[in-house]
């Protein structure tokens, strides 16, 4: 329950990505346990802002291509998630 057993904190950049590393910082001084995010944009400028607190990353194209994670079979770090690629190319098939 929200509230109880789970906090939620919202960040929206508002189109705006010179925000997202002020916004990835501010988020990690929370100390989260997990970083949630939605765009390339936003995972980059969280994985350039820690790389101890997991990142789960909804849908954010390729992340491979965007230099995000190493590989989709293997992404490496603390970053992981679902990408819009088709699962034929990411050796998981």
């Given at each position: 329950?929200?509230?109880?057993?789970?906090?939620?904190?919202?960040?929206?950049?508002?189109?705006?990505?010179?925000?997202?590393?002020?916004?990835?910082?501010?988020?990690?001084?929370l100390?989260?346990?997990?970083?949630?995010?939605?765009?390339?944009?936003?995972?980059?400028?969280?994985?350039?802002?820690?790389?101890?607190?997991?990142?789960?990353?909804?849908?954010?194209?390729?992340?491979?291509?965007?230099?995000?994670?190493?590989?989709?079979?293997?992404?490496?770090?603390?970053?992981?998630?679902?990408?819009?690629?088709?699962?034929?190319l990411?050796?998981?098939?």
């Open positions: 329950m929200e509230g109880k057993n789970v906090l939620i904190e919202y960040r929206y950049g508002e189109g705006k990505r010179e925000r997202f590393s002020a916004l990835a910082a501010e988020m990690v001084q100390k989260p346990e997990v970083i949630v995010v939605g765009s390339a944009s936003f995972s980059r400028a969280a994985k350039e802002a820690t790389a101890t607190i997991p990142i789960v990353v909804g849908s954010a194209g390729d992340l491979v291509e965007n230099g995000i994670v190493a590989s989709l079979g293997r992404p490496g770090g603390n970053i992981t998630g679902s990408t819009n690629v088709s699962q034929d990411s050796g998981n098939a």
